[in-house]
């Protein structure tokens, strides 16, 4: 792939997504796009690039993303945070009488859903007794199809605490499907994070978990994103980025709120 091509593509990404790749990941997208003009019958990428744009049921480029997008995850990843989430924001809730109506969480880049039904084994076990419900979404539709599948293996469950395994699993062979209450909690469905018409939709939660996804997103996508997750949230809701990622650096919006085991960001109330 020459560097040009690579560019073009490039912005084009990023205009659609926000996700940005830096000049060594050349080799990573040239070897999925080489594969990918393979596969639909391309030689040349000038007629490949041409079709990505103007493919009116854009299933070419929902192709091409699908492959893209880093989707690492596992269940009960970035411990302490969920601890603090269980055992300081839930009773929090609980206490101030939040979400009496019920809670609504948002998984936002869920991948293949271990982290939604994570939270959800978690709402599950410490917030008994309030209505809650799950809203995970991602832009890859090929992750969302397995998460709905909701078949996982050794890698993906070896974090799970024994006791949650064996309440929330059923062993099929050598893999674990999730329990079908859990699956009724939670609804999977696409949305680009950077489609404002999309993200405007995106109402009423009193907390986002958005977890390792702006990280690969440049400093104005991610203010972006900051913008929509505030107006997506109740007053007083919270985010929760990866622990390698700040609001802080890209917004004041949010408050960030130390508790005993995680920082998080607070909208004002
Ligand atoms: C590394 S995974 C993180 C999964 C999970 N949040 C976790 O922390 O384990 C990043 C996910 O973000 C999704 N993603 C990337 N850009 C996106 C965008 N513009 N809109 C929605 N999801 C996006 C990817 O498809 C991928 O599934």
């Known amino acids: 792939m020459r560097q040009a091509d690579f560019e073009k593509l490039r912005e084009y990404l990023y205009r659609q997504t926000g996700i940005y790749f830096e000049d060594q990941k050349l080799y990573y997208v040239e070897k999925r796009v080489e594969q990918h003009m393979t596969a639909r019958g391309f030689k040349d990428f000038r007629d490949y690039f041409s079709a990505l744009r103007f493919d009116r049921t854009g299933a070419l480029w929902q192709e091409l993303l699908n492959t893209l997008t880093v989707n690492e995850t596992y269940f009960f990843r970035e411990y302490d945070q969920l601890k603090c989430f269980a055992e300081e924001v839930i009773p929090l809730w609980m206490k101030n009488g939040v979400g009496k109506y019920g809670v609504r969480l948002w998984c936002a880049g869920c991948s ?118 505030y107006q997506a949230l109740e007053a007083g809701g919270y985010v929760f980025l990866g622990h390698s990622e700040s609001m802080s650096r890209i917004t004041t919006l949010f408050k960030p709120v130390k508790f005993q085991n995680a920082i998080i960001y607070q909208k004002g109330n």
């Open 112 to 229: 293949t859903g271990e982290e939604a039904y994570t939270l959800a084994i978690i709402l599950k076990e410490m917030a008994e007794d309030l209505y809650w419900e799950v809203h995970a979404t991602d832009i890859n539709t090929a992750v969302l199809e397995r998460a709905e599948r909701g078949i996982y293996n050794n890698y993906a469950t070896r974090q799970v605490p024994e006791v949650y395994l064996e309440r929330y699993f059923t062993p099929i062979g050598e893999n674990y499907a999730i329990s079908s209450l859990l699956k009724k909690k939670i609804k999977f469905y696409q949305v680009n994070l950077m489609d404002d018409q999309a993200m405007q939709k995106m109402r009423n939660f009193n907390a986002i978990f958005c977890r390792n996804v702006l990280i690969y997103f440049d400093d104005l996508s991610r203010r972006r994103v900051a913008l929509h997750f």
